[in-house]
């Protein structure tokens, strides 16, 4: 990767892994006695290894000019390799997790091993790890494929793949100490989230750095989700992450907000994290490798149009379906309410423009199981937008909330859309970028579609079962108007649904091993054939017919 | 609509800039009210502090990552109100930086279990939940036993507070360690102090059964044993001045 970098870039990397060292130490030093001197230390270590890496190739001959005809695709391959890493790290952790809500006892007495300290782990190790490094590598890949352009440098999307991976590496080990805001799935402190803020703008300005040497007029619409994730995560990130640090040299840091703000704004977060990353960024996804795969144009530019803004601008509204019946004011979980109706449509646009891309190809979804990969994600997308716009009306929430159910829900989402969409959109990718015909084994890849498909239902049935035996237990009266359940009832009622869970977890674990043993081969294999440069295509002149509008 | 958007997409800035506008509405309409109209939060006089050991307390609860399976948000339900008590009030969570309202009951709800149990339950309980209740899947918690509670910089953990808007006094941050030990040590020089600065009503006891030394176990304890109590507000019959 170092051979790939021009002189000027080789200073500059050598620059950023010197100045990341020092904040690591820095950090060590100021955080003496804190877990933030650890924190310092793996930044510290993460800057040194850099900067090994880069001095190591530092006097390698500069890559010829003749690098500017092709596309830049190594940092997609690594950012490939590294999703599916967190990928098996974060749903072994998910499926360890699940287990002890069955046999608590497994915690060997260790703070790091319990079940507050490890689901955000698995949170985010699947989020973050594994969707987040699927979103960026993807989005290097579409970016320069729909501009018809190479990236503008060699530089920044290192800088803002590894810098991520190192924001997520931050995060991860953080809770394993205990370092934690406490708010869901934006838990790292105050230090992780500047360094992703810096990440973030980064990654923003190589985007529109390289729309800005398109070759063709029009931005396609995977752009506009991917710069819709990357831009609504920043905002909500920031907003949400406000803090004030206890002192430099700690860790620990007390929100800016608090009560019922803090609350709201937290659900603004937290729903919308759900909205701009595991929706429109996939669904970036879904508008490039859906349509390639098929051979077929997305069905209607109109539907893409009302589709894009209508999840933009509702989504923005619908967090307070989180706190129905609390103590929010009930015009804002009106709001909420209405907005999370009203965005089922644009939601089912989106979903049923992907689904009718596939007219006229329904054979090749038959028999191609990556297009099948793609096609269920889509199916899996309109079923969990409809639960969700379904959950948000209050009388439903109040049986549903703090239940199994919005696990169930979530899963549904996570499981049966984004992971499937990101396994489909790989196994389009790697055979494409490793210039290979075909994956390792096509079989495999059949296997492992129907194991994450048995595994997601397995696990979203259990959890529906557990959830609204749950939320009935607890609501039950005797006839003499008394509750019927104590709270411990309806743990012992959970026992069966929660072994099931975990089984089905573990099935969709066994099919992301599947793929991940599929995709090595790939790559190994395409290691031995190597030389054979004359497979590298340079930029294509025509503008690729399949993803023209169809009207 | 058509034909602008067939403008709008050929222009990378525009495209950013309308993405930021739309989604930003939203937010606005449903956040910005909340800091300003008033009622949003309930007028709560007798509302006090947590003291700095109930902080440490509840910073290790944070740490724990308790709030993923215990909600402390009683909602305006029926069922709910009778098996947990009055419904939560915004007034209760108003110092509460972050606020631990949670998502999920892999657990009850504690928004009201101060008071609920004795201490010796709740120590039992965290060492290992199945002593006391058999079909328990919460994870032990012997080791907050062993551990010393740090206190060193408790003061800074009120400063910080205070800078969010939480109403400590100089006093208080200045005997921020002291008050700790001594809300945990009844029979020591220092628990007259914790009286004096945060009311008679605070719990001055050994809360983990060891007076040697100041243990995470008793200022997990500590802050367990005072949610629901910070203030009467939610007991009292409302009288309209509430948002709701």
Avoid at chain 1, 278 to 307: C, D, H, N, V
Wanted: with cysteine.
């Amino acid at each position: 990767m170092v051979s790939e970098l021009t002189g000027g870039e080789r200073r500059l990397a050598v620059m950023i892994s010197a100045l990341v060292a020092a904040c690591g130490l820095l950090m060590a030093w100021g955080g003496y006695g804190d877990p933030l001197s650890i924190h310092g230390l793996i930044v510290l270590l993460a800057g040194l290894a850099a900067l090994y890496a880069v001095l190591g190739g530092y006097f390698a001959p500069e890559p010829d000019e003749k690098r500017l005809a092709f596309y830049y695709d190594t940092p997609i391959k690594a950012g490939i390799v590294l999703a599916m890493i967190w990928g098996v790290f974060g749903m072994t952790v998910g499926d360890w997790v699940a287990w002890l809500l069955a046999y608590p006892e497994m915690t060997f007495d260790a703070a790091w091993s319990s079940f507050g300290r490890l689901r955000p782990v698995h949170t985010t190790g699947v989020i973050f790890g594994f969707g987040g490094n699927a979103l960026i590598a993807t989005s290097f890949h579409v970016m320069q494929r729909t501009s018809r352009a190479r990236m503008p440098d060699q530089l920044s999307p290192w800088f803002v793949l590894l810098g991520y991976n190192l924001f997520c590496v931050l995060a991860v080990s953080g809770y394993f100490m205990g370092v934690t805001q406490s708010k869901e799935y934006a838990e790292p402190e105050w230090y992780a989230d500047i360094w992703l803020v810096i990440v973030w703008v980064a990654y923003f300005v190589l985007y529109l750095r390289t729309l800005a040497r398109r070759k063709e007029p029009h931005i396609y619409v995977a752009n506009w989700y991917y710069m819709a994730f990357i831009l609504v995560v920043a905002m909500l990130h920031i907003v949400n992450n406000l803090a004030v640090p206890i002192s430099w040299g700690s860790a620990k840091s007390y929100s800016l907000f608090s009560g019922v703000q803090d609350a709201m704004t937290q659900w603004w977060y937290g729903h919308n994290a759900v909205a701009f990353y595991l929706t429109a960024g996939f669904l970036g996804m879904l508008y490039y490798y859906l349509p390639k795969r098929a051979e077929r144009p997305i069905y209607s530019y109109r539907m893409s149009i009302i589709g894009f803004w209508g999840i933009t601008f509702f989504y923005m509204w619908a967090g307070s379906h989180h706190l129905h019946y609390t103590a929010l004011p009930q015009w804002v979980q009106t709001l909420g309410m209405t907005f999370s109706l009203m965005l089922l449509i644009p939601s089912w646009i989106a979903a049923a423009n992907a689904l009718l891309t596939l007219n006229g190809a329904w054979d090749r979804v038959r028999d191609d199981a990556t297009l099948r990969f793609m096609m269920l994600a889509a199916v899996f997308y309109g079923l969990s937008t409809f639960e969700g716009s379904f959950m948000a009306i209050r009388p439903v929430n109040a049986l549903s909330h703090y239940t199994d159910w919005t696990v169930a829900h979530v899963h549904a989402g996570v499981l049966g859309w984004d992971a499937l969409i990101t396994f489909g959109a790989f196994y389009a990718l790697v055979p494409w970028l490793w210039k290979q015909e075909r994956m390792y084994s096509p079989k495999l890849v059949e296997v492992h579609f129907w194991l994450a498909l048995a595994g997601t239902l397995i696990y979203v049935f259990a959890m529906w079962n557990s959830g609204i035996i749950q939320g009935l237990m607890w609501r039950t009266y005797t006839e003499s108007g008394t509750l019927a359940y104590s709270f411990t009832d309806s743990m012992i009622a959970m026992h069966p649904y929660y072994i099931a869970r975990a089984i089905g977890g573990l099935v969709f674990l066994s099919g992301t091993l599947v793929g991940a043993y599929n995709i090595w081969m790939t790559i190994r294999q395409a290691g031995a054939t190597r030389d054979a440069p004359e497979r590298e295509l340079p930029l294509p002149a025509p503008a690729p017919a399949s993803l023209q509008p169809a009207e | 609509m058509l034909g602008t958007h067939y403008k709008l997409e050929r222009k990378s800035i525009r495209l950013a800039l309308g993405i930021i506008v739309v989604a930003s509405i939203g937010g606005l309409v449903e956040i910005a009210p909340l800091f300003t109209v008033h009622g949003t939060v309930e007028a709560a006089p007798d509302m006090r502090t947590y003291t700095p050991l109930e902080l440490a307390g509840r910073n290790i609860y944070i740490r724990e990552g308790c709030y993923a399976c215990h909600s402390q948000m009683i909602r305006t339900l029926q069922d709910e109100v009778e098996r947990y008590g009055p419904y939560s009030l915004a007034a209760e969570s108003q110092y509460d930086h972050p606020m631990l309202w949670g998502s999920k009951r892999t657990g009850p709800d504690l928004a009201r279990v101060g008071g609920k149990y004795s201490d010796h339950w709740q120590v039992a309980h965290l060492t290992n939940p199945r002593d006391v209740v058999p079909v328990s899947v919460m994870p032990a918690y012997a080791w907050l036993n062993r551990n010393k509670l740090r206190t060193d910089d408790l003061g800074k953990h009120l400063a910080a507070q205070r800078t969010v808007g939480v109403p400590y006094t100089d006093a208080m941050i200045a005997n921020a360690e002291k008050d700790a030990i001594g809300q945990a040590s009844p029979d020591g020089n220092d628990a007259d102090g914790v009286r004096e600065r945060y009311g008679d009503a605070t719990n001055i006891r050994t809360f983990d059964g060891n007076p040697e030394v100041v243990t995470e176990m008793d200022a997990l304890v500590a802050y367990l044993q005072i949610l629901g109590k910070l203030t009467d507000a939610a007991h009292k019959p409302h009288t309209g001045m509430e948002a709701r």
